[in-house]
């Protein structure tokens, strides 16, 4: 991950911090605040953002960044178990398009 994405992915940590620490925020029905517990950066563009909350329990937001257009910057989503498997199965029709794509390249 470049020094300048890193900052960024710095910044938006502290302003997820903030947002979610607002204990009048819809959803927050307990009240907790979150702090930023660790930012692990997973590849160039994704990072794995750890929170704890006041509760002692962690939360694992997914973050990502787009590199151009309007929606530049980094951006998040919680992933559910779910969204884990689906993932899984992407990386494989995924490489299966590089494996179509790269032949294209010499015609």
Not at 19 to 38: A, I, P
Request: aromatic share 16%; with cysteine; proline share 2%.
């Amino acid at each position: 991950m470049n020094k300048e994405i890193a900052k960024e992915l710095q910044e938006y940590s502290n302003q997820l911090e903030k947002r979610y620490s607002n204990t009048n925020r819809t959803g927050n029905f307990n009240k907790e605040t979150f702090t930023v517990k660790e930012i692990i950066p997973t590849s160039d563009h994704t990072a794995t953002l750890l929170f704890e909350k006041s509760s002692g329990k962690l939360a694992a937001f997914f973050c990502y960044y787009i590199n151009r257009g309007a929606a530049k910057g980094w951006k998040y989503f919680v992933p559910t178990d779910s969204h884990i498997t689906g993932m899984r199965a992407f990386e494989y029709y995924k490489m299966q398009v590089e494996r179509t794509n790269y032949k294209k390249n010499f015609k």
